[in-house]
């Protein structure tokens, strides 16, 4: 495939046959800040590290809470560090003497090995409460010098919280957190009662995370991205605290990060790790530089609310960003803060440096893989899916800044709210202070948009509908939006389609952002070659997650030893190929993160996931199709291959910020002996089946890449697939079980498409 991408590009591309009847620190993969940390204390000082092992799924069918303990019972304790465990959340544990069923137990590890201390009955992890009398209980048994608190399970970012009950499905959010730390060890912002709290969970390395930890310990540490299933190495980090109780927490922070990145090393998972130490005695300057930022926001889109949006979701669709957030994953909502300010500075330039030098100044230390080269160290929430029911949970936080919750509620709603008003006309300041003690109870309560609010129409991307669509001199076909219809954008992607009337085929090939981009014109060309990716040869459907200049990330949906999963893919400019990371399973409905990223292994079965639908039946949407499986060889990989001859569709895709879309007129490619030929305006589907090329109104068909029309002897077809080959003759349906997915058959015509899906 030809890589010279605009601006940004989604590669979301190849499903296929199936028939219808009715970093730039490469070199080492990791970056880290080099940082070095002397010991704060004596090595006569006390310890109890509090662990709530909410056990989940992730213990019920993985045992992975067990394999952490057994790490952590090979660690010899000198009598001054004790660990004080909760168990519970999970329906079964794989540890003998644990109990399960909801059941919650407390446990003692010290020089004298594991002691069951209670067992409490069902209790739910997921509850406030729970929480609570854990901490309650470790103050009046077990008084130490120095505290750390360990949360361990699912974690899905600041607008979901985290340690998901697997049979209550209760989870804790972040004022939850704030609440039962402080019922039991009020705050104090001098000398917080816990020297780090860590979040063993994925997606929790939040600048909400922060505010609602400040005051409550000194150090934090979590991951912005998803965690691998192995988490922290509990028997590295517990290990150097129990050799060295004198080491303070930044030291320890950065031993638990080094740790954990050379246990993702072992098991191939390091290229997509992120852990981060956070200073919380820096959170007051960074939420004041947070809400200030807000503030500077909610002023430029007051001025101009459509364009501002606009652009601003151009800069977090550049952003790196974490768990997902593709149609097929679902959307955590979590993108970098240091990355989404620094493309944002152009719009908000006030704001923009302060903000990014009060993070530098809050993350002391940072591990992370060369595919999240681009990570601060923390995460904020940001709508990508414009979402009422996300952005609810996140307005209910009230560690969230007002102004931030002001500007989505703006974006999803169309108006100011009222709370915006004192910052608006610069009669409330967000200082410091403010900003630890939250703004007054009369500004706050109105900034939760109802369940019954209804979005008002900031952006009518429907009126982009049908968009003529040219040809150039060279036979590239293109649109040229309007200054206004840029204002409506946040993104332009492609449509891709396979389409045969032959046999009553519509197969969607994927969305994609491979568009030669010009946002300063409005002038957005197609960039075909006439190649999409494959896994082993067999055609994928994938959606892109995160594009760079060094390295784009993508998801591929895929039935996996039957499981739905995802796989997760970069393609690497500097060697022009991709790496398979591993598959994950979708998000949750609570929205919660999977932290199991399977490495693929020889023998394992693939099925491949796609969609489609009949063009003569009254289909109105796709249906998800299972069509090829097979078997793992020893080096699988994800390579671009031709797509073979046929007639494929074309749509140039605007995306508003809202995630509402509108398609342009249609191109038409007609792949034939290895020449491409682009024609746009008539409707495919009539052209296509009496075997005449589309006709574009008023003008002529060109050659893909020539400059002429197709007729003109000086035109030099531009040479893509060979004759055999290609999408359509490496369709075979093998043995898949149809699951959820849905299965069609047609009356095969002999040598056709169909005679290839039928086999």
Known sequence: M?????????????????????????ESGLRQAQAEFANTYNTSDTWVIYWYLCGTDLESEYGAA???????????????????????????WHTEGIPGNGAAARFLYDENGLTKLASLGPQSMGDVGTLTDFLRFGKEQYPADHRVFVFWDHGGGSAVGLCMDEATQQILSLDDVRQAFTAVYPADTETPPFELVGFDACLMATVDSAAALHGIARYMVGSEEVESGTGWKYDGWVKALGNNPAMGGDALGKVICDSFFAGCTEDDSEDLATLSVTDLSRTPA??????DFGVEALRAADQNQRQFFAILSRSAEGAENYGGNTREQGYTNMVDLGDLVKNARPQLPQTADT???????????????????????????????????????????????????????HLLYGEMPPEAAPFLAGDYEYTPETAESGPPASMSSATIAPATATAQHLYNVASLEDTPVDIDGEGSAFVHLSAAAMELLSSVHCQFFYFSPEDDILLYLGSDSNINADWDTGLFKDNFFGQWPMLDGHPVYIEIIYESEEYNLYSIPIKLNGVECNLQVSYNFKDETYHILGARRELEASGVADRNLIQLKPGDTITTLHYAMTITGDDTDYTQVEVDTFTVGASPKVADEDVGDGRYGYYFEFVDPLNNSAWSDMVTYTIQGGAITTS???????????????????????????GGSAGDSDSVPFSAAPTSGGIADSLTTGDAESGDAERFDTPTTGGSIADQLTR
């Open 680 to 706: 746009i305006g008539r409707d495919m589907f009539e052209s296509a089946s009496n075997g005449n090329a589309l006709a574009a109104p008023g003008g002529g068909i060109v050659d893909h890449r020539t």
């Open 286 to 291: 960074l939420m004041k530089a947070y809400g």
């Open 66 to 92: 067990s394999a952490d303990l057994k790490e952590l019972l090979r660690v010899p304790l000198p009598p001054n560090v004790k660990v004080l465990i909760e168990t519970g959340g999970t329906q079964r």
């Open 2 to 26: 030809g890589r010279k991408w605009g601006r940004r590009w989604t590669m979301v591309v190849v499903a296929v046959l199936l028939l219808l009847t009715g970093c730039g620190e490469e």
């Open 355 to 409: 903000l990014l030098s009060a993070l530098r100044e809050s993350v002391i230390y940072k591990v992370n893989g060369r595919y999240h080269a681009n990570s601060s160290g923390l995460a904020c929430f940001y709508s990508y899916d414009g979402d009422p029911e996300s952005w609810r949970a996140y307005a209910n936080l009230s560690v969230a800044p007002l102004p931030i919750k002001c500007l989505f509620y």
